[in-house]
DNA sequence: GTCTATACGCCGATAGAC
DNA sequence: GTCTATCGGCGTATAGAC
């Protein structure tokens, strides 16, 4: 039925504005400081009440935005892949992906580099066990065996080339660094493949 | 009096257990997780009202805390800067120092590295603005004066050198790296000190 | 299926006995 | 200066009218 699809993509339709208000509002003064009612006065659903209709407590929202954003990068990342052969152009799309979210949608980087996840949300696997951050550990693994990484493992490979990487991002996210994140990139990126990149 | 100076430091004693409960709890748990009841439990206060006769509310607790180990990491880093002279030597020794702290004293590390203190103290300075931190970019600005290291400014020499060395603790800290911080400790210096030293 | 009203619990904080 | 008792408020969550 037409009324029945309608209907259901207006259910969704305030489903994802309630996520949208949420991530803003966890970003900006974190899970434990954002109230339903907040939330709810920030979408479409005016009333604390009416968020119970979409999700069954405040943490499944949470929940639900964070497995969207995994999702999203896990996607991303597939597609960069596919795309690309060789895993030093690989990193340097997910390089890219990063400092444009930043850019663009700062919520969401901030949802993964500042905000402490396992706080509001323990029952959840840690980032670095999340489908996206296997996929970037297998990029790295990638290198490594193909010879154009030199670093012994893929994990202390992603804690060097990331470190840089997220923590320029991180300083932009905080306003420490004032610039756009763009224009930190080719920078970080040179420093952080030179060191991982096995010098011939 | 002897009896007065006794007493005091019996409450300096009780002062410093519940500062280290809400330590141990906070990092272990987060700030908003952590009731008053839990932390006089933990400590020698075995009721959450005696704690509001040592501090003001929960808030100035966790920002006692903060000033307590911002301190203690100054001071650390004001020793190491009156023992060595240059800069690279200063940097060794401040990363030698963050690993042993993240073996000896994690908790310390999980509060600077972990946890969001933003979310839970937002008046207070962000860690970055903190004498600490500030004098660790002035070691990296002597750095680039001297000509031993190659970054533009110092801001950006610290992403890229403590991004290498904080995100490897961080992994450490959450047990994603499973070793000691310790184990890592060469490997992270080399390739963090290589991607900011200017190669002559 | 949305809003009003309300219940319930938890926790931060205070008052007062000893 | 410490413990007992208790208040007050906020915020999550539900029930019930329309």
Redesign the pocket.
Known sequence: MDKETQ?EQE?EK?RDEILAAALKLFTEKGYFNT???EIAEASG??????V??HFK??QEIASALYAWIVDRLSVSIDDIRRRNRKSPEQLREIVDLWFRLTDDAPEVMRFILVLNVSEFLPDEKPLMESPAFIKILRVLHGGIKAGDIKAVDSQRAYCSFFGIIENTLKQVLTGTLTKKADYYQNDAWSIAWDGIAKDS
């Not at 659903?45 to 009416?50: D, E, L, M, N, Q």
Request: charge should be positive; hydrophobic fraction near 30%.
């Open positions: 209907k259910k305030v109230s339903l009612g659903v005016k009333t604390a009440a009416g119970y209709k407590n405040k």
